[in-house]
């Protein structure tokens, strides 16, 4: 499965895949507050403000999954209900992992609904371990929210030619 920069053409396709995994996958973990103000508008808001840094799996007009990198964080990783088990997440991960440690990550962090024993599962199979609980601000349009969350994180492969420390 390739995975590739996502474009702005694409954000009505990306943010509709968003909202809706997000909605069938999160909303029962989120409180009833921040479950209203994720709308469809406010996750095209977020792609198109990210989009640099939005990845996709799967063509333009039909996307699978994406994933959105920040910092030293998979800051965002979703992948449409249709397409669990055809190995479009594991693929997500695995490009997502490769371009922070290309960027010079070392230690790659994500966070994780508290409760989403089935996300859990998947970043424990990929290798990612459960570091703790935050406080984690989410992002919405009336400002930062804040959400308690897992944070799993995970030591980055060094690339050849990478100095030795």
């Known amino acids: 499965m390739q995975v590739r920069p996502a474009d702005a053409g694409e954000l009505d ?3 509709r895949l968003w909202h809706d995994v997000w909605h069938e996958s999160h909303a029962v973990f989120a409180p009833p507050e921040l479950i209203r103000l994720r709308t469809l508008a406010s996750f095209r808001d977020r792609l198109e403000a990210a989009l640099p840094d939005v990845y996709v799996a799967g063509p333009v007009d039909a ?20 397409a669990h088990g055809s190995g479009v997440a594991a693929a997500l991960i695995a490009d997502a992992e490769a ?6 990550v070392e230690t790659a962090w994500l966070a994780c609904a508290i409760g989403n024993t089935r996300a859990a599962r998947f970043y424990e ?8 609980t935050f406080v984690m ?23 050849a030619g990478r100095e030795s420390r």
């Open 13 to 15: 396709h990306l943010a």
């Open 125 to 132: 199979k990929s290798g990612w371990h459960l570091a703790g």
């Open 99 to 104: 371009r922070l440690a290309a960027r010079g």
């Open 63 to 82: 996307p699978l999954g994406l994933c959105v990198l920040r910092g030293e964080e998979l800051y965002q990783l979703f992948v449409a209900l249709e």
């Open 137 to 159: 601000l989410s992002e919405t349009s009336n400002g930062p929210f804040p959400v308690d969350q897992w944070r799993y994180e995970k030591r980055l492969t060094r690339y």
